[in-house]
């Protein structure tokens, strides 16, 4: 499957250097995902996008996703940025928020933010 996926890549994209696929390993099973609260779940996805959009350079934050597997939480969410942003300001921006965020929620396991340019 992933010889597939990244031979379609590759077709699509002839000049990248290199392809990286990653699977991350969750056990032996995969675990349905158990809903916040409302009330929780709608807090801190206004706060992310608040965090988020303190950088100028972050021009939103969208398709906030919440959930909880076990005992853990996990956050993602999309940005659009300028275009013209070199990839280390985007790192920063998105190291920052990530951070800022975290303090505000520390039992947060993962926050996984996707960077994308306008």
Same mark, same amino acid.
């Given at each position: 499957? &992933? $010889?597939?996926? #990244?031979?379609?890549? +590759? ?13 991350? *390993? ?32 972050? &021009? $939103?934050?969208? #398709?906030?996703?919440? +959930? ?13 940025? *300028? ?36």
């Amino acid at each position: 499957l &992933v $010889d597939r996926v #990244e031979g379609e890549i +590759r077709a699509e994209a002839p000049t990248l250097a290199s392809i990286n696929t990653h699977i991350e *390993n969750e056990g032996a099973h995969i675990e349905q995902a158990a809903p916040q609260t409302a009330e929780q779940a709608a807090h801190m996805r206004q706060r992310l996008q608040e965090i988020a959009e303190m950088h100028p350079q972050v &021009v $939103d934050c969208h #398709e906030v996703s919440l +959930r909880r597997v076990r005992d853990r939480i996990y956050v993602s969410c999309h940005f659009h940025l *300028n275009g013209d942003l070199p990839i280390g300001s985007v790192h920063e921006i998105s190291t920052d928020v990530e951070d800022r965020f975290r303090r505000e929620f520390p039992q947060i396991f993962r926050v996984t933010i996707h960077s994308e340019p306008v």
